[in-house]
Nanobody
Framework: QVQLVESGGGLVQAGGSLRLSCAAS????????MGWYRQAPGKKRELVAG????????NYADSVKGRFTISRYNAKNTVYLQMNSLKREDTAVYYC??????????????WGQGTLVTVSS
């Protein structure tokens, strides 16, 4: 069974930084695109950042450009989200998403369980 596990969330003051990690585990053959989404209370889940399989291409929501950086370490099947200059409006549950091929199946939209990021003023 393939799964994604996020870590690194927590409480931080506005202007501070956090780094989220998401590790994929299981019988993985390859990991294609990976990304981070977030869902704030009462709002729809939105894409924060995405990265291609080789890490050569990234994309960001306008609201986080210049503050967040997505990266991945394929040797450890892990994707990261470095979040700097955090604002109160970044408060949300952050979810990892990946397109993963295992030896028996392809998981085009695999989700992690989410990690809560709370930014205080």
């Amino acid at each position: 069974q393939v799964q994604l596990v996020e870590s690194g969330g927590g409480l931080v003051q506005a202007g501070g930084s956090l780094r989220l990690s998401c590790a994929a585990s299981g019988s993985i053959l390859s990991i294609n695109s990976m990304g981070w989404y977030r869902q704030a209370p009462g709002k729809k889940r939105e894409l924060v950042a995405g990265i291609t399989s080789g890490g050569g291409s990234t994309n960001y929501a306008d609201s986080v450009k210049g503050r967040f950086t997505i990266s991945r370490y394929n040797a450890k099947n892990t994707v990261y989200l470095q979040m700097n200059s955090l604002k109160r409006e970044d408060t949300a549950v952050y979810y990892c998403n990946a397109d993963i091929s295992s030896w028996s199946s392809r998981y085009r939209e695999l989700w992690g369980q989410g990690t809560l990021v709370t930014v205080s003023s």
